[in-house]
């Protein structure tokens, strides 16, 4: 079974804006987040990525969804609104760059998927969200390679363990 993955969705205090960052591997810009480790919560998890990836200590406001897969392309994810609390922003071995994003100007190439739990996470329901990752499917994969076919085979090399870092 595929490990389950914590992301961070890190707002400013006025939450009109957010950390994204750049993959290394697949260039496109996403949340910090990553696998949790065996015995790791997923919060803990969450807190942890976060620093790695940005630099930054966060706290976590609330957990606001577990997705689970309805495919081998994705894993179980929980996903946590999360504030700053220390720290500055840098760059990791996964990252090749990390920022703030207003809401109203977000990157072009930024994961629709993370876009969808962005809008999940802005909703602020009182109750966690569970839900299915519905929208990363075969044909998806098939018709973003015909787009973009470079980050199709940077993510399935970086899926079998074979990182192509720039």
Same mark, same amino acid.
């Given at each position: 079974m595929k490990k389950s993955a914590a992301i961070a969705i890190i707002f400013n205090a006025e939450k009109n804006?957010? &950390? =994204?960052t750049k993959r290394r591997d697949v260039p496109v810009w996403v949340f910090p987040g990553g696998g949790i480790d065996d015995g790791e919560m997923p919060e803990v998890a969450? &807190?942890?990525e976060a620093l790695e990836e940005t630099g930054l200590v966060v706290k976590i406001i609330r957990q606001v969804a577990k997705y689970s897969p309805i495919n081998r392309l994705t894993s179980p994810t929980y $996903?946590?609104?999360?504030? *700053?609390m220390?720290?500055?922003?840098a *760059?990791?071995?996964? $990252?090749k760059e990390v920022r703030w994003f207003? @809401?109203?100007n977000l990157p072009q190439m930024f994961f629709y998927v993370h876009h969808e739990w962005l809008v999940d996470a802005l909703k602020d329901e009182p109750n966690l969200i569970i839900k299915k990752i519905d929208s990363v499917t075969y044909w998806k994969v098939f018709t973003?390679? @015909?787009? !973009?076919? $470079? !980050? &199709? *085979?940077?993510? @399935? =090399?970086?899926? @079998?363990?074979?990182?192509?870092?720039s």
């Open positions: 804006a957010i &950390v =994204l969450a &807190v942890r $996903t946590y609104a999360c504030s *700053v220390k720290g500055e922003i *760059v990791s071995a996964e $990252t207003s @809401l109203n973003y390679f @015909l787009k !973009h076919p $470079t !980050h &199709v *085979v940077r993510m @399935l =090399l970086s899926r @079998l363990g074979i990182p192509m870092n």
